[in-house]
Structure formats: structure tokens, C-alpha cells
């Protein structure tokens, strides 16, 4: 489990590099799976897809909302997104959304997203912050309609950024 959740993290650094550098498309094919790389800066594509029995696949859109995002789940306003996951291994669908905060402090961002996802009826049990003198993270869970989510923000001033998981409870 971990070298697959270190693979994503990897493939998703690495796929955000490739995409804003911009490309045709060009696949790489291993006895494993394939790396496809798609479109030209501000429109590329990574996507990952795996061989075996649990059709994993993984994809990467700068920034846009993922195909497949689940409509149930409300996205953050007012904030720039930057970068959009999705995965799947078998049934249990993921998908990640990073943020530019713009003007907007992490705490401040974070709050209204809470806000957000209460008054769209999701449980929001857990808002941790962990601040310091050189920035802070905070971070909080969500549950409802068939999605967990965790978001985080963290930084401050002009790196400040939010992350939003999401996965489905299947």
C-alpha cells in the first residue's frame, strides 16, 4: 500500500511537470501498465492505467476539475484550482483538487469550505490546526452522501495552498 500511495504522489509531481510543459501525445508501455502523456501546456493530461485484476487507473488534468469528480461533493469557491486527480482500483474511486489560495489566508479558506460542506449536508467532525510562527496546516474530515473527504491547507502569504481528497466510501 504504500509504494502505491508513493507511486501517485510521484506520478502526480512528476505528471504535473510533464503536462505544463506541454507535449503531443506520447505512451509508454511497460509488462505493468501504460504512462500516456496528452494535450499541450495549459490542457495536458497524465494518465496512468495498471494491468491486473483490480483495473487500477490514475489521471492528472492541470488545472481542471477531473472528469468523473463526483457532483455530490462541492467544490471550494473562490479559490484557483491548479491541478486535478482522479483514480480508481476496482470499485473505490479517489480524486484530489489543488488549490491556489490567491488572497485568501489558509484559515480563512479552509473555515468557508467547512462552512461550505455543512450547509451541503455533509458531517464535518474534525478541523485540526497545527500553526506556527513560520505558517501553519490545518486540516479537516468530511462525510456524507458516499464521499470522505480530508482538506488541507497550509503556508502563508503568496505559497499559501488547499488540498482537497476525496474518496468514495465503497
Do not use: H
Not at 21 to 33: A, F, L, M, R, W
Amino acid at each position: 500500500m504504500k509504494s502505491r500511495i508513493a507511486a501517485a504522489v510521484l506520478a502526480t509531481t512528476l505528471g504535473t511537470t510533464l503536462v505544463a510543459c506541454g507535449s503531443d501525445t506520447k505512451t509508454v508501455e511497460t509488462k505493468d501498465g501504460k504512462v500516456t502523456v496528452s494535450g499541450n501546456g495549459k490542457d495536458g493530461t497524465v494518465t496512468i492505467k495498471g494491468k491486473g485484476k483490480d483495473d487500477t487507473s490514475f489521471s492528472i488534468k492541470q488545472g481542471e476539475v477531473p472528469a468523473g469528480f463526483p457532483s455530490e461533493v462541492p467544490l471550494p469557491k473562490g479559490l484557483k484550482l491548479k491541478a486535478g486527480t482522479k483514480g480508481q482500483q476496482g470499485v473505490k474511486q479517489f480524486c484530489t483538487l489543488s488549490y491556489e489560495l490567491v488572497s485568501k489566508a489558509p484559515a480563512t479558506a479552509l473555515a468557508a469550505y467547512g462552512t461550505q460542506l455543512k450547509d451541503d449536508g455533509f458531517e464535518v467532525p474534525n478541523l485540526a490546526d497545527l500553526g506556527g510562527a513560520s505558517g501553519s496546516f490545518l486540516s479537516l474530515e468530511a462525510k456524507g452522501k458516499g464521499w470522505t473527504l480530508i482538506a488541507s491547507s497550509l503556508g502563508t502569504g503568496s505559497i499559501a495552498a488547499m488540498t482537497v481528497m476525496v474518496s468514495s466510501e465503497t
